[in-house]
Protein backbone atom coordinates (compact mmCIF):
# COMPACT_ATOMS: atom_id res chain seq x y z
CA UNK A 1 0.00 0.00 0.00
CA UNK A 2 0.60 3.60 -0.21
CA UNK A 3 -0.32 6.33 1.93
CA UNK A 4 -1.30 9.85 -0.24
CA UNK A 5 -1.12 13.29 1.20
CA UNK A 6 -3.29 16.31 -1.02
CA UNK A 7 -2.44 19.63 -0.80
CA UNK A 8 -2.70 23.20 -2.34
CA UNK A 9 -6.48 23.62 -2.03
CA UNK A 10 -8.03 26.96 -0.66
CA UNK A 11 -10.10 29.51 -2.16
CA UNK A 12 -9.67 31.10 -5.53
CA UNK A 13 -12.50 33.72 -7.46
CA UNK A 14 -13.97 32.21 -10.41
CA UNK A 15 -11.49 32.26 -13.31
CA UNK A 16 -8.37 31.78 -11.48
CA UNK A 17 -6.00 28.90 -11.11
CA UNK A 18 -4.79 26.50 -8.72
CA UNK A 19 -2.26 23.49 -8.62
CA UNK A 20 -2.56 20.13 -6.08
CA UNK A 21 0.13 18.42 -4.92
CA UNK A 22 -0.44 14.37 -3.52
CA UNK A 23 2.65 13.36 -2.27
CA UNK A 24 3.12 9.55 -1.89
CA UNK A 25 4.42 7.47 1.08
CA UNK A 26 6.74 5.55 -0.81
CA UNK A 27 7.28 5.50 -4.49
CA UNK A 28 4.48 5.46 -7.28
CA UNK A 29 6.76 4.14 -10.00
CA UNK A 30 4.99 0.62 -9.56
CA UNK A 31 1.30 2.61 -9.52
CA UNK A 32 0.58 2.48 -13.30
CA UNK A 33 -2.82 4.54 -12.97
CA UNK A 34 -3.00 7.65 -10.32
CA UNK A 35 -5.50 10.30 -10.82
CA UNK A 36 -7.60 13.02 -9.33
CA UNK A 37 -11.51 12.40 -8.10
CA UNK A 38 -13.82 15.56 -6.59
CA UNK A 39 -16.81 15.04 -4.06
CA UNK A 40 -19.05 17.60 -2.78
CA UNK A 41 -21.30 16.62 0.40
CA UNK A 42 -23.95 13.74 -0.51
CA UNK A 43 -22.26 12.94 -3.63
CA UNK A 44 -20.11 10.41 -4.71
CA UNK A 45 -16.74 11.13 -5.66
CA UNK A 46 -16.36 11.86 -9.52
CA UNK A 47 -13.43 11.27 -11.76
CA UNK A 48 -11.98 14.49 -12.69
CA UNK A 49 -8.27 12.93 -14.16
CA UNK A 50 -6.30 9.94 -14.68
CA UNK A 51 -2.55 9.63 -15.76
CA UNK A 52 -0.59 6.25 -16.31
CA UNK A 53 3.17 5.40 -15.54
CA UNK A 54 4.56 6.82 -18.75
CA UNK A 55 2.26 10.04 -18.79
CA UNK A 56 -0.92 9.64 -20.88
CA UNK A 57 -3.73 11.00 -19.45
CA UNK A 58 -7.37 11.01 -19.62
CA UNK A 59 -9.84 14.03 -18.31
CA UNK A 60 -13.35 14.50 -17.73
CA UNK A 61 -15.47 16.16 -20.09
CA UNK A 62 -15.77 19.18 -17.27
CA UNK A 63 -12.09 19.51 -16.45
CA UNK A 64 -10.87 19.12 -20.04
CA UNK A 65 -9.17 21.78 -21.71
CA UNK A 66 -8.62 23.61 -17.81
CA UNK A 67 -6.86 20.97 -16.17
CA UNK A 68 -3.93 18.92 -16.18
CA UNK A 69 -2.92 15.94 -13.99
CA UNK A 70 1.03 15.16 -14.18
CA UNK A 71 3.40 13.01 -12.23
CA UNK A 72 6.84 13.52 -11.20
CA UNK A 73 7.58 9.34 -10.44
CA UNK A 74 11.30 10.33 -8.92
CA UNK A 75 9.46 12.95 -6.61
CA UNK A 76 6.56 10.22 -5.93
CA UNK A 77 4.28 13.26 -6.29
CA UNK A 78 1.28 13.34 -8.89
CA UNK A 79 -0.39 17.18 -9.58
CA UNK A 80 -3.30 18.47 -10.86
CA UNK A 81 -2.98 22.17 -12.33
CA UNK A 82 -6.35 23.92 -12.72
CA UNK A 83 -6.86 26.93 -14.68
CA UNK A 84 -9.69 29.01 -15.41
CA UNK A 85 -11.84 27.41 -12.62
CA UNK A 86 -15.64 27.88 -11.98
CA UNK A 87 -18.23 27.57 -8.84
CA UNK A 88 -18.78 24.52 -10.02
CA UNK A 89 -14.82 22.89 -9.22
CA UNK A 90 -15.61 23.72 -5.68
CA UNK A 91 -15.27 20.24 -3.98
CA UNK A 92 -12.92 18.16 -2.05
CA UNK A 93 -10.50 17.18 -4.49
CA UNK A 94 -8.85 13.28 -3.68
CA UNK A 95 -5.78 11.59 -5.04
CA UNK A 96 -5.89 8.44 -5.78
CA UNK A 97 -4.20 5.07 -6.73
CA UNK A 98 -6.47 3.98 -8.82
CA UNK A 99 -5.47 0.32 -9.52
CA UNK A 100 -5.26 0.22 -5.39
CA UNK A 101 -8.00 1.48 -4.52
CA UNK A 102 -5.57 4.24 -2.45
CA UNK A 103 -7.14 7.51 -1.18
CA UNK A 104 -5.61 10.47 0.28
CA UNK A 105 -7.19 12.64 3.03
CA UNK A 106 -8.49 15.14 0.64
CA UNK A 107 -7.84 18.71 0.21
CA UNK A 108 -10.94 21.64 -0.20
CA UNK A 109 -10.89 23.87 -3.26
CA UNK A 110 -13.32 26.75 -3.37
CA UNK A 111 -13.98 28.65 -5.75
CA UNK A 112 -16.23 31.98 -5.45
CA UNK A 113 -18.57 33.88 -8.02
Known amino acids: QVQL ?20 SRSIFG ?6 Y ?3 P ?6 VATITRSG ?6 SAKGRFTI ?10 LQMNSLKPEDTAVYF ?6 GYWGQGTQVTVSS
Request: hydrophobic letters at 35%; charged letters at 20%; a positive charge.
Open 5 to 24: VESGGGLVQSGGSLRLSCVA
Open 31 to 36: INLMGW
Open 38 to 40: RQT
Open 42 to 47: GKQRDL
Open 56 to 61: ITNYAD
Open 70 to 79: SRDNARNTVY
Open 95 to 100: CAAIEF
